[in-house]
């Protein structure tokens, strides 16, 4: 039972920029990892993901050039970087697991996808 927790998230000016944090309770060199965000009435998007051996990640085409999804194994945690944030970024951002082989070379954006989730932590981009 992998376990995870959100950090970072606030109010911050548009154009401004955050660096989300997701803490692991272990082992997260044998999960894929993906970031994803819910607005208000909205459907939950999967923003970004990155593979559990390659590292390879990928980004949601709103996001691209934008965000940057890293994780360091050595310490369980991965990591959302948000520059240039505009109000259409403001959300519960979430981070999620998912375990096994499937994940070693490539992820997945799609929420049915992942077992182990967050909490969220909110990101509001106002002024």
């Known amino acids: 039972q992998l376990q995870l927790q959100e950090s970072g998230g606030g109010l911050v000016p548009p154009g401004g920029s955050l660096r989300l944090s997701c803490a692991t309770s272990g082992g997260m060199r044998h999960f894929g990892i993906a970031w994803f965000r819910q607005a208000p009435g909205k459907e939950r998007e999967g923003v970004a993901c990155?593979?559990?051996?390659?590292?390879?990640?990928e980004y949601a085409d709103s996001v691209k050039g934008r965000f940057t999804i890293q994780r360091d194994n050595d310490k369980d945690t991965a990591y959302l970087q948000m520059n240039d944030l505009s109000p259409e970024d403001t959300a519960v951002y979430f981070c999620a697991a998912a375990g096994g082989w499937l994940w070693y070379y490539r992820c997945s954006r799609s929420p049915s996808s992942y077992t182990y989730w967050g909490q969220g932590t909110q990101v509001t981009v106002s002024s």
């Open positions: 990155i593979s559990s051996q390659t590292s390879d990640p």
